[in-house]
């Protein structure tokens, strides 16, 4: 199923503003308050229905959201419910610990925790007075380059204890992602922002910092992040001003197998170019489109405070996001460094190149992507629009944000250059064989003669449909129990008439689950998952069947995962429909 078809003329994503020029004139640096030590907390939050300063003066806050664009932005920015008693709250900086090697127990080689400094801000955004424009990393200019070489230079120059500094912003990551922080008043509870609803939100504030610190250090302040568009066939490979060695930006550890070879999202081993490339692109569709019964799906699950880690990656993190990672991340190394590993993603500039992409698969499938799969897209509840994080801003300021205030791109200043998303209309061809898979069903066991599921090999086994036939289902695999200090992962297919697990472009596909190695306190996590099952039924003939074939093919070597059940269910769940 190699062949690859394209559309002829693919649609790119829309504009909702007109295009700005990607260096405007440099205007004026937005803040230039100077770092403190004193011990407060400035609660500097504007109120959320005061005037807003702007370049035509002030204009209030509901009518600047709404003409920037995002009604989600405006209804979550101004009619936030009341604070509920658990959002995720910000880590006490004084009390982070050293992050683990996790395949030799001893401690890491840097320490994760940033310097002090006991003045935090309830950080505002300030107003746009000119739209950033991220530009794809394949397609940037020899000045841009140039500029943000530069820019890294000067950041790798800071002084080490400069919260600024190149490598105290990589430690960022490793705190938040490698169990550095503890939940504040929970006790040992490890507090992390991966496989949950926090995900997107935490690296879009990560990256909005990261990028003005390199703008104030060139005298640039509309200097913005380049995005490595791996969603695109023209960007599936590491952008080449990556890999020159004299250049700021380059990491050597990286795999040095992969540096010109398409990047694999579902890390097949497929050697075919080709193949890689509709692999990759049924993977986007099925990501960001298909295989989303609700916005949790793609999201994240719900984390609060007292909530165990991982209580769910969306589809996106535990998909392209995650095959990027470990893709780049250099075999050499004992734990897959730089890129790799959450404790040292950071130390290569190609990580914030990267999440730029994620954040962009974000804001796509907030605005331009089809609503009739998702209709609701929003998340209202005051845990996730409450939840907080501390950053340093560009002027080593420390400051507190939250979930609410970064939910529009446009209200914080950037946008994306416009570029084809050939993954848009890229479904899978229909599935007409049939007897086949008849057969298999009848050899095949019952998954509940077979779960709890060390996987450590290909199985298929037959699950009971809710529904006789085409229905709306879900596919729910729970309880999944991993070693959190190994790369796993593993794709679903669903009535597989070739059993070639090399190829994806398929019907059969329905989906991955897969992690980057991080640290958590005892090692394992437990996490659930779901697969929209409605547009698979749709493109195979199971009209009486009652039961279907799933296959689970890790793409990981020998144990690290035991999956708790397997079941089908209506969607939406029928404790969910009665409540609504």
């Given amino acids: 199923?190699?062949?690859?078809?394209?559309?002829?003329?693919?649609?790119?994503?829309?504009?909702?503003?007109?295009?700005?020029?990607?260096?405007?004139?440099?205007?004026?640096?937005?803040?230039?308050?100077?770092?403190?030590?004193?011990?407060?907390?400035?609660?500097?939050?504007?109120?959320?229905?005061?005037?807003?300063?702007?370049?035509?003066?002030?204009?209030?806050?509901?009518?600047?959201?709404?003409?920037?664009?995002?009604?989600?932005?405006?209804?979550?920015?101004?009619?936030?419910?009341?604070?509920?008693?658990?959002?995720?709250?910000?880590?006490?900086?004084?009390?982070?610990?050293?992050a683990t090697n996790l395949n030799t127990g001893e401690k890491l080689d840097v320490n994760c925790c940033p310097p002090i400094i006991d003045r935090i801000v309830d950080y505002r955004l300030p107003p746009v007075f000119q739209m950033k424009a991220r530009p794809s990393a394949h397609r940037v200019s020899p000045e841009y380059i140039f500029k943000y070489n530069m820019a890294i230079d000067r950041m790798k120059r800071l002084p080490a204890d400069d919260p600024r500094n190149f490598m105290q912003q990589a430690n960022i990551h490793c705190a938040y992602c490698n169990?550095?922080?503890?939940?504040?008043?929970?006790?040992?509870?490890?507090?992390?922002?991966?496989?949950?609803?926090?995900?997107?939100?935490?690296?879009?504030?990560?990256?909005?910092?990261?990028?003005?610190?390199?703008?104030?250090?060139?005298?640039?302040?509309?200097?913005?992040?380049?995005?490595?568009?791996?969603?695109?066939?023209?960007?599936?490979?590491?952008?080449?001003?990556?890999?020159?060695?004299?250049?700021?930006?380059?990491?050597?550890?990286?795999?040095?197998?992969?540096?010109?070879?398409?990047?694999?999202?579902?890390?097949?081993?497929?050697?075919?170019?080709?193949?890689?490339?509709?692999?990759?692109?049924?993977?986007?569709?099925?990501?960001?489109?298909?295989?989303?019964?609700?916005?949790?799906?793609?999201?994240?699950?719900?984390?609060?405070?007292?909530?165990?880690?991982?209580?769910?990656?969306?589809?996106?993190?535990?998909?392209?996001?995650?095959?990027?990672?470990?893709?780049?991340?250099?075999?050499?190394?004992?734990?897959?460094?730089?890129?790799?590993?959450?404790?040292?993603?950071?130390?290569?500039?190609?990580?914030?190149?990267?999440?730029?992409?994620?954040?962009?698969?974000?804001?796509?499938?907030?605005?331009?992507?089809?609503?009739?799969?998702?209709?609701?897209?929003?998340?209202?509840d005051p845990d996730f629009l409450n939840a907080s994080f501390l950053f340093y801003d560009e002027n080593a300021q420390l400051v507190r944000v939250t979930v609410k205030d970064c939910l529009d791109n446009l209200r914080m200043g950037y946008d994306f250059e416009r570029v084809d998303l050939p993954w848009l209309d890229y479904r899978p061809p229909p599935q007409t064989a049939k007897a086949r898979i008849t057969r298999t069903a009848s050899t095949a066991p019952r998954a509940d003669t077979l779960f709890p599921l060390t996987l450590d090999r290909v199985a298929r086994f037959q699950v009971p449909k809710a529904k006789k036939g085409n229905a709306d289902e879900l596919l729910v695999l729970e309880n999944i129990t991993v070693d959190t200090t190994k790369f796993l992962k593993f794709d679903v297919f669903v009535n597989d008439e070739d059993d070639n697990a090399l190829e994806l472009d398929k019907a059969a596909y329905a989906g991955t689950y897969a992690q980057v190695p991080h640290k958590t306190a005892n090692r394992k996590a437990t996490t659930t998952i779901r697969l929209k099952l409605t547009d698979l039924y749709d493109d195979m003939d199971i009209a009486d069947d009652d039961s279907i074939v799933v296959t689970l093919v890790p793409r990981h070597q020998g144990p690290g995962v035991v999956i708790g059940g397997i079941k089908i269910i209506e969607n939406p769940p029928k404790a969910a429909a009665a409540s609504s």
């Fill in 179 to 380: 169990g550095a922080y503890d939940q504040p008043g929970q006790g040992g509870l490890d507090l992390q922002v991966h496989n949950s609803w926090l995900f997107f939100p935490f690296h879009r504030w990560y990256l909005y910092f990261y990028e003005r610190i390199l703008g104030k250090l060139i005298g640039y302040p509309t200097f913005a992040l380049p995005f490595w568009n791996w969603d695109n066939p023209k960007g599936m490979t590491i952008p080449p001003m990556f890999l020159d060695p004299k250049a700021a930006i380059y990491d050597s550890k990286r795999n040095q197998d992969i540096l010109r070879a398409v990047v694999d999202l579902g890390m097949t081993g497929n050697k075919d170019p080709l193949q890689v490339v509709a692999n990759n692109l049924t993977i986007m569709y099925s990501e960001m489109i298909r295989g989303n019964a609700d916005v949790y799906d793609f999201m994240g699950q719900p984390y609060r405070e007292g909530t165990a880690v991982n209580p769910g990656p969306g589809s996106s993190e535990r998909g392209s996001h995650t095959a990027i990672h470990v893709f780049v991340g250099d075999p050499r190394e004992p734990s897959g460094e730089d890129l790799g590993y959450f404790y040292s993603a950071g130390r290569d500039a190609l990580f914030y190149c990267h999440h730029a992409n994620v954040d962009r698969m974000w804001t796509l499938w907030q605005y331009f992507l089809p609503s009739n799969k998702v209709p609701d897209k929003r998340i209202t």
């Fill in 1 to 98: 199923m190699a062949s690859l078809n394209l559309p002829s003329a693919t649609p790119s994503a829309p504009s909702r503003r007109p295009s700005r020029p990607l260096f405007p004139k440099p205007t004026h640096f937005l803040n230039t308050a100077k770092r403190t030590h004193r011990l407060q907390i400035c609660a500097t939050a504007q109120n959320e229905n005061s005037p807003v300063e702007t370049s035509q003066g002030n204009v209030d806050r509901r009518n600047m959201l709404l003409g920037l664009g995002s009604l989600y932005g405006a209804a979550n920015l101004i009619s936030t419910p009341a604070a509920s008693a658990n959002p995720v709250q910000p880590p006490q900086l004084d009390k982070c610990s050293t």
